[in-house]
């Protein structure tokens, strides 16, 4: 028999309805009141860690989860973490960071529809969910929609509909049918090594979206503030380079000591300095490539690399492996 930790965090999959809308209110125990019984194949334990509308999430929460699949390792087979859909792929990346050779499933789920709402889509995700940390498999993983996704590739593309999680940029490691589990791809060996819990972060990062005519000046105040900061520019990768010059404030940033990371406003497909004549200039400079990494993904890896060291040319390493 396996034996699954629920840790619940709130978000919609846990709200109530209120005078001022919808609000997390049901505790763990009420989660598990709508799970089936599989009492002879799996037995669900519970911690009601805390109960935030995921908006609310920090980094500080990330901890918290993180040290209780820690804390709780040696006891379960796996772990299942419900969680509020808006800043979900955030969480599900930063585990994947701060926990280090998992050899057991870490499974982030939540709804679209709260629990206790007609039509809800929590139950099945929350059945999914325990059904797969169940599996003799290691990592952070996205279970949503009878899709999984691992942790560092899951985003949400849609605000209502049920499908809401897309796996960006990597192929979807499986799906559920019930109590079968299909694999879309090999899975890999699970890490070898003791679990080791790394947490320490550093939330100075900024992230910056390119707009034609964004003023050079933004830059002045991201030196002074910023640790990291992660510019989308504009398809492959490019920077304006005229006019609205922004290559001598970046070098500015890096001189002052800023990780600088160059990732992409598409959802798809990554980054590729060396294609165009605005990104082979940036290239020139010690810049951190996010090659085809999720901005979600880039957010929480650069605040735990960042927690690591200050050494920029450590923090590109780190990075870009």
Known sequence: MKNILLIATGGTIASLPGEE??????????????????KESVQVHSVNLMNVDSTNMQPESWVEIARTVYNHYDRYDGFVVTHGTDTLAYTSAALSFMLQNLAKP????????????????ATRNLTDAV??????????????????????????VKSTSCDAFRSINAPYVARLEGLDVHYFEHVPATES????????????????????????DIFDYLKQSCRGVIIEGFGNGGIPC??????????????AGVAV???????????????????????KKRIISSHDMTTEAIVAKLMWALGKTGNLDDVKQLMET
């Open 242 to 255: 005229e006019k609205r010059n922004l290559l001598p404030k970046i070098d500015e940033l890096i001189e």
């Open 106 to 121: 870490v499974v982030i789920t939540g709804s679209m529809i709260p629990i206790g709402f007609t039509e809800t889509d």
């Open 193 to 216: 090594g003791p679990l080791t819990l790394d947490t320490a972060l550093s939330t100075d990062v900024f992230v910056l979206k390119l707009f034609p005519g964004i003023a050079p």
């Open 131 to 156: 059904r797969f940390a169940c599996e003799t498999i290691g990592g952070v993983y996205v279970v949503f929609d009878g899709k999984v996704i691992r942790g560092t590739r899951a985003v949400k």
């Open 261 to 283: 990371v160059i990732t992409t406003q598409c959802l798809e497909e990554g980054i590729d300095l060396q294609r165009y004549e605005v990104g082979r200039k940036l290239s």
């Open 21 to 38: 809308g919808l609000a997390p209110g049901a505790t763990d125990e009420d989660l598990l009141g709508h799970l089936p019984d599989q």
